[in-house]
C-alpha cells in the first residue's frame, strides 16, 4: 500500500449493523513527540481529526519526564490511538506523523529492536485492531498542531505545571454531552436561548507586515503558544484565534512602505497574559529561537514597575509584545 491510499482495504471488513452514532467511521491521527536533549525532557502530542470536514475533533499532550525522542513519539501514537478509540473503536483509522520510523516500525517494513519501543509498539497494537489502522509518512510541516502540542507538553513539564488545552474540546460525534443539536457545549437541551453578548468588546485584531512568512514565524509562533489556533489562511494573510476573538497578520501592495515603528502615533504594542511567572520566562527563553529580542533587559523582567511581572519582546520588523505573569 503506497502512502497516499488513505484508508486500509479491511475498512470493508465493518458490519453493515454498525450504527453511525458511535462517530465517524474513518478517523485521521496525527502525533508527535519530543524530547530535549534526547534523552531529556520529553513530551508528547495527538489529536484526532475528521478527515471529511479537517475539524479537529479532541486532542491532547503529556509530559512523560526524562525520555528520549523515540519514545516520545510512541507515547503520542499510542494516545492518538486511545483518542481515537474513544470516539468510535470501529472506526478505521489513519495515522500520519513525520517520524519515519515509527512508521516504518508500525508498517512491518522495519524491525523493533529497542525495549521501551518494543513495549509501546505492543500496546499501540492493542489499542485498535491493526486491521483498521494505517500509517503515512508527512512531513514536520504538515505536522504542525501535532507539534505545537508536543511542544506545549515539554513547556508546561520544565515549568512545573499541569498541560492544559486552550479550549474545552468540542463533544465527538457519538460521545452525547447532554446537549441538544446546535445547543451550546454545557447549555441543557431545551434552554433557554443564550442572551446577546454586549457590545464593545474586541472582534478581531489586524496587524499588517511587509513580510508575512517572517512574521508568521515570529509573531505567529508567538500567538499559537499563548493560545490562539492558526484559523484560516489566504494568499496575504492568516489568522489565529477563534470566531470569539482573533488576531489577523496581513501583507500585500496595500501595505505602505516604510516598516514599522512602534514609536509613532497608534498602537505600540500587543500584551498577553502568559502564565505563571516561570511560563512567561520559559516562553521568553523560547521565543530568542524565533526572531524575538529582549527589551529593557537591564530591568527585566520588572520593566513595568516592580509589581508587575513581564517580559518585553520585539522582533525584527519592530513589532512589540508584552507577556504578563499572572
Known amino acids: ?36 536533549g534526547n534523552p531529556g525532557h520529553a513530551g508528547y502530542g495527538a489529536l484526532v481529526r475528521d478527515p471529511s470536514t ?11 519526564g526524562k525520555a528520549s525522542n523515540n519514545v516520545a513519539e510512541y507515547s503520542g501514537l499510542v494516545s492518538g490511538l486511545e483518542l481515537a478509540r474513544e470516539i468510535n473503536p470501529r472506526a478505521t483509522v489513519h495515522v500520519k506523523m513525520d517520524s519515519k ?28 485492531d491493526p486491521r483498521r489502522v494505517t500509517y503515512e509518512w508527512i512531513p514536520r510541516e504538515r505536522n504542525k498542531d501535532a ?15 499541569p498541560w492544559k488545552p486552550r479550549t474545552p474540546a468540542a463533544p465527538a460525534p457519538g460521545q452525547g454531552s447532554g446537549t441538544g443539536a446546535g445547543s451550546p457545549a454545557g447549555a441543557a437541551a431545551g434552554s433557554p436561548a443564550e442572551a446577546p453578548r454586549p457590545a464593545g468588546r474586541l472582534h478581531h485584531l489586524e496587524v499588517w507586515t511587509t513580510d508575512l512568512p517572517a512574521a508568521e514565524a515570529s509573531l505567529g509562533w508567538l500567538l499559537e503558544r499563548l493560545g490562539f489556533p492558526r484559523k484560516e489562511s489566504w494568499k496575504d494573510g492568516v489568522s489565529y484565534g477563534s470566531d470569539e476573538f482573533y488576531l489577523v497578520l496581513e501583507s500585500g501592495p496595500d501595505v505602505a512602505d516604510g516598516g514599522h515603528e512602534r514609536r509613532r502615533p497608534g498602537v505600540n504594542h500587543l500584551a498577553f ?43 525584527a520588523e519592530g513589532f512589540e509584545v508584552e507577556l504578563v505573569a499572572d
Do not use: C
Request: net charge negative.
Open 273 to 315: 497574559r502568559a502564565g505563571s511567572r516561570s511560563a512567561v520566562d520559559l516562553l521568553a527563553r523560547r521565543a530568542a529561537s524565533h526572531g524575538w529580542s529582549l527589551l529593557f533587559a537591564d530591568r527585566h523582567p520588572f520593566a513595568g514597575g516592580p509589581e508587575h511581572y513581564a517580559a518585553y519582546l520585539e522582533n
Open 54 to 64: 479537517g475539524r479537529i475533533l479532541v486532542e491532547k499532550a503529556a509530559y512523560i
Open 1 to 36: 500500500m503506497n502512502h497516499q491510499q488513505l484508508f486500509d482495504p479491511h475498512e470493508n471488513d465493518t458490519p453493515e449493523h454498525e450504527d453511525p452514532a458511535d462517530g465517524p467511521s474513518r478517523l485521521v491521527v496525527e502525533a508527535d513527540g519530543g524530547s530535549r
Open 147 to 161: 507539534d505545537r502540542l508536543s511542544n506545549e507538553a515539554m513547556d508546561a513539564g520544565m515549568a512545573g505545571v
Open 101 to 128: 520510523l515509527v512508521v516504518e516500525q508500525m508498517s512491518g517494513r522495519w524491525q523493533i529492536k529497542h525495549a521501551d519501543m518494543k513495549v509501546l509498539a505492543a500496546k499501540a497494537r492493542k489499542v485498535l
